[in-house]
């Protein structure tokens, strides 16, 4: 990965870059701006989201995985391990159904039975814009499209998804899992996040909610990624007032650069 001028790692072909750690920087990946913000639980270093991002032999693929691994210590180790090493092998392939089936049956294999994590992948085609993604039990991410100037959440479309194939992983060897294909226009947002931002709670125990996320999405910038990423993480925080943080909290934003 290499430091621009302004502060921003680009990521080389090839590259793979993530964990479980405390992070904050701003990247660029084939065709996106991104804002990556990981933090962990005090006072641990390390929790159990997991995120990577990586690009393609070619630089024209950019791949984006946001997982929440319930447990701690060995069991989010080895889901890490598991987890760079599917993302490393399939690193050249835009399908994901390979990598999702490996995920699934690497979680499935180094958790214990009260275990599990879910997921969201999502592989980015600079070229023609298009993203493919399967959401594996995970929060749907917020999605603000330029041209009408609305967020929403995306979801999968597919007519299956009251079947079993979008179950968190590790709980069902052999699960199969849809993949999704959307347009992603230039100016477009998408915004990752954990359950530490959804069940943020206030003073008084009342949790942030769907809902309420929603609302604030109404008011985040939509001028770049790491600006609109930054002001959710600062609406969460002033909704918790003096509440601490109860979970790790995570946020990858993720916005197709405009071209000039």
Same mark, same amino acid.
């Given at each position: 990965?290499?430091?621009?001028?302004?502060?921003?790692?680009?990521l080389a072909c090839l590259? /793979?870059? =993530?964990?479980?750690?405390?992070?904050? +920087?701003?990247?660029? /990946?084939?065709?996106?701006?991104?804002?990556?913000?990981?933090?962990?639980?005090?006072?641990?270093?390390?929790?159990?989201?997991?995120? +990577?991002?990586?690009?393609?032999s070619q630089g024209v693929?950019?791949?984006?995985?946001?997982?929440?691994?319930?447990?701690?210590?060995?069991?989010?180790?080895?889901?890490?391990?598991?987890? +760079?090493?599917?993302?490393?092998?399939?690193?050249?392939?835009?399908?994901?159904?390979?990598?999702?089936?490996?995920?699934?049956?690497?979680?499935?294999?180094?958790?214990?039975?009260? *275990?599990?994590?879910?997921?969201?992948?999502?592989?980015?085609?600079?070229?023609?814009? @298009?993203?493919?993604?399967?959401?594996?039990?995970?929060?749907?991410?917020?999605?603000?499209?330029?041209?009408?100037?609305?967020?929403?959440?995306?979801? @999968?479309?597919?007519?299956l998804s009251k079947e079993?194939?979008?179950?968190?992983?590790?709980?069902?060897? =052999?699960?199969? +899992?849809?993949?999704?294909?959307? *347009?992603?226009?230039?100016?477009? /947002?998408?915004?990752?996040?954990?359950?530490?931002?959804?069940?943020?709670?206030?003073?008084? =125990?009342?949790?942030?909610?769907?809902?309420? /996320?929603?609302?604030?999405? *109404?008011?985040?910038?939509?001028?770049?990624?790491?600006?609109? =990423? *930054?002001?959710?993480?600062?609406?969460?925080?002033?909704?918790?007032?003096?509440?601490?943080?109860?979970?790790?909290?995570?946020?990858?934003?993720?916005?197709?650069?405009?071209?000039?």
């Amino acid at each position: 990965m290499v430091e621009g001028a302004e502060g921003v790692y680009r990521l080389a072909c090839l590259e /793979l870059r =993530g964990g479980n750690g405390s992070a904050s +920087y701003a990247a660029e /990946l084939p065709g996106l701006e991104a804002w990556i913000h990981c933090n962990p639980l005090h006072p641990s270093t390390r929790g159990g989201d997991l995120h +990577y991002v990586s690009a393609c032999s070619q630089g024209v693929v950019a791949r984006v995985v946001l997982a929440d691994v319930a447990g701690h210590g060995e069991a989010v180790s080895a889901a890490a391990i598991g987890l +760079y090493n599917a993302l490393r092998e399939h690193v050249d392939h835009w399908d994901q159904s390979a990598l999702i089936r490996q995920l699934n049956e690497s979680f499935f294999q180094v958790t214990k039975r009260a *275990q599990y994590a879910t997921a969201f992948l999502a592989s980015y085609y600079s070229d023609s814009g @298009e993203l493919l993604f399967t959401n594996a039990g995970h929060l749907p991410p917020l999605w603000y499209r330029a041209s009408v100037g609305e967020w929403n959440l995306l979801n @999968e479309s597919t007519p299956l998804s009251k079947e079993i194939l979008d179950l968190p992983l590790g709980l069902i060897a =052999g699960t199969g +899992y849809s993949q999704t294909a959307v *347009q992603i226009e230039q100016g477009d /947002l998408l915004l990752l996040y954990t359950d530490g931002v959804t069940e943020a709670s206030d003073e008084s =125990g009342e949790q942030l909610g769907m809902a309420r /996320l929603l609302t604030i999405a *109404q008011s985040l910038p939509t001028d770049g990624a790491a600006s609109a =990423g *930054q002001a959710l993480l600062s609406a969460v925080k002033t909704f918790r007032g003096t509440a601490p943080a109860a979970d790790d909290e995570t946020v990858i934003s993720l916005q197709r650069r405009l071209r000039v």
